[in-house]
């Protein structure tokens, strides 16, 4: 296809890389406290293809916790046990157009959770597993990504310390939920259940192996394995091109036009459909929360490639 030329994507990358290593702007999310911590200079950048090519360049292999990122596949898993009208129908498809965490946006009207990819939606997606208890919950969520990055994923025990410790906003937005009937499980163990979702440890390449799945329309590159249907995929990207980027979901679409995940932690998955994932890991964040590196990279990529889904031939 027209990214057959391997060298290219892998100067690309390394381009992309270089192109933005020295870029300071931004500040690591403080409201989880060891988030913080983490190592402000750390910056990688990853691409897998379809058919589970990777092209790396720099911090590839350093394990930041997924945090939001790890919505979509969660949505998807939810999806494949219990077909895409659960989420539309229990959760529901719409952006919000707030902050991921709005409490505000809960109460607008009778949607509530709005989609699972802000965190009352994503609390409600991990209520809906069914399973028998909260431990079975988490057992599904964590085997399901596993097999998403065709690798065994654990959970940052310290990160997930930190946020149990400090996630009383997440708290509440469980019980509101479950206030209204948009909760389908005990709202403290939902939350604990998504805290730990949030926690788990990956590399870029190992995420970038988790989007890859979704580029090759629900087959992981690397196993061959079936984890989603197919005609599963365009509804996670769909989610994904609406509301995957906080409230900067607009001026994305904008200027990549690519369905795409960030998380807190510095890593955003963007995927090609058909063709590839591109991933970017860097822990400061803009004010809309999103990795000011990891953006600037896969934008860079996307433009220099054409890879916007609304762009003419
Ligand atoms: N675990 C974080 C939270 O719920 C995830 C937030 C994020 O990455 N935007 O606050």
């Known amino acids: 296809g027209a990214f057959a030329d391997h060298t290219d994507l892998q100067s690309l990358v390394d381009e992309a890389h270089a192109l933005y290593k020295?870029?300071?702007d931004g500040a690591n999310a403080d409201y989880i406290p060891v988030l913080a911590e983490v190592d402000s200079s750390l910056f990688g950048v990853v691409i897998i293809t379809a058919s589970g090519e990777t092209f790396a360049a720099g911090d590839v292999d350093h394990r930041?916790?997924?945090?939001?990122?790890?919505?979509?596949?969660?949505?998807?898993?939810?999806?494949?046990?219990?077909?895409?009208?659960?989420?539309?129908?229990?959760?529901?498809?719409?952006?919000?157009?707030?902050p991921f965490n709005s409490i505000v946006a809960i109460e607008l009207n009778d949607q509530r959770s709005r989609n699972p990819l802000v965190n009352a939606g994503a609390i409600a997606a991990v209520s809906m597993i069914e399973a028998k208890d909260a431990d079975a919950r988490w057992a599904f969520i964590q085997d399901g990504f596993s097999g998403f990055a065709a690798e065994r994923l654990e959970i940052l025990d310290d990160i997930y310390q930190s946020e149990s410790e400090t996630n009383?906003?997440?708290?509440?937005?469980?019980?509101?939920?479950?206030?209204?009937?948009?909760?389908?499980?005990?709202?403290?163990?939902?939350?604990e259940v998504y805290t730990k979702q949030g926690s788990l440890g990956v590399t870029a390449k190992q995420l970038a192996m988790m989007g890859a799945t979704l580029a090759n329309w629900g087959v992981n590159p690397k196993t061959g394995e079936r984890l989603i249907q197919k005609n599963y995929v365009d509804e996670v990207l769909a989610l994904m091109m609406m509301a995957g980027f906080y409230d900067e979901v607009g001026i994305w679409a904008y200027q990549a036009g690519l369905p795409a995940k960030t998380g807190v932690g510095g890593g955003i998955v963007a995927v090609v459909p058909g063709e590839m994932a591109i991933v970017g890991f860097s822990p400061r964040l803009n004010e809309a929360g999103n990795s000011v590196r990891s953006l600037l990279a896969i934008e860079h990529i996307a433009n220099e490639l054409d890879l916007s889904l609304f762009k003419g031939p």
């Open 22 to 24: 020295d870029n300071d």
């Open 64 to 98: 930041f916790s997924i945090q939001s990122v790890a919505k979509p596949f969660t949505a998807a898993l939810v999806m494949e046990q219990q077909g895409v009208d659960a989420i539309r129908d229990k959760i529901g498809v719409e952006p919000t157009g707030m």
């Open 168 to 191: 009383y906003r997440n708290r509440a937005i469980a019980n509101l939920l479950y206030n209204y009937e948009r909760l389908y499980a005990d709202p403290t163990e939902a939350n």
